[in-house]
């Protein structure tokens, strides 16, 4: 199986500041057909899971610009400019090219 | 618009099989995939296995031994089936449809499920 390896596991960022979570994979998620099946949610408190990235790089419908996703093979980051209060909660990468496997989590918390 | 609801029981005894139906709308079950994904308290989510749209299915090797994903495309549902229940089995059970993208675009609510005597 394939494991993502999701670093921070904790975050800590004032309002307004960037935040950064890295997130690798043990195989490549490159697949055959050229795509790289790598997505990006958030869970608020008390809530399901939302999507913010799919396909590594492509923000969901109605998600704010502030988010960003890059990277490929198998080194992916997400990016969250300007942090809001809204932006808190626990981020989870998903990979989707093999057998699907979540990383860990990391806590964006305010500092 | 599209929505997804699982119920089934709150409470399940250790060793027992847990059965839980992730019911839909706005959707055709012959169109998309459906998956389930589980979270223990407090924990992570875990990825536990899918339907697809031809009625195929996948299942993490983990708990591939226990686990049964079925559904009824004339109700719009799709089941879970996981016997052999224990105490670290406790935690809130999701569906969720898989988009074109292979990203889990909506989500249902959850179901809270205690193993417990």
């Known amino acids: 199986d394939v494991v993502m390896t999701q670093t921070p596991v904790s975050l800590s960022v004032s309002l307004g500041n960037q935040a950064s979570i890295s997130c690798r994979s043990s195989q490549s998620l490159l697949h055959s057909d050229g795509n790289t099946y790598l997505s990006w949610y958030l869970q608020k408190p008390g809530q399901s899971p939302q999507l913010l990235i799919y396909?590594?790089?492509n923000r969901f419908s109605g998600v704010s610009n502030r988010f960003s996703g890059s990277g490929s093979g198998t080194d992916f980051t997400l990016k969250i400019s300007r942090v809001e209060p809204e932006d808190l909660g626990v981020y989870y990468c998903f990979q989707h090219t093999h057998l699907p496997t979540f990383g860990a989590g990391t806590k964006l918390e305010l500092k | 618009q599209v929505q997804l609801k699982e119920s089934g029981p709150g409470l399940v005894q250790p060793s027992q099989t847990l059965s839980l139906t992730c019911t839909v709308s706005g959707f055709s079950l012959t169109s998309y995939n459906v998956h389930w994904v589980r979270q223990p308290p407090g924990k992570g989510l875990e990825w536990m296995g899918r339907?697809?749209?031809?009625?195929?299915?996948s299942y993490n090797s983990a708990l591939k031994s226990r686990l049964s994903i079925s559904r009824d495309t004339s109700k719009n549902q799709v089941f879970l089936k996981m016997n052999s229940l224990q105490t670290d089995d406790t935690g809130t059970y999701y569906c969720?449809?898989?988009?074109?993208?292979?990203?889990?675009?909506?989500w249902g609510q959850g179901v809270m499920v205690t193993v417990s005597s």
């Open positions: 969720t449809r898989d988009w074109t993208t292979r990203s889990l675009d909506y």
């Open positions: 396909l590594a790089s």
């Open positions: 339907m697809r749209y031809n009625g195929d299915t």
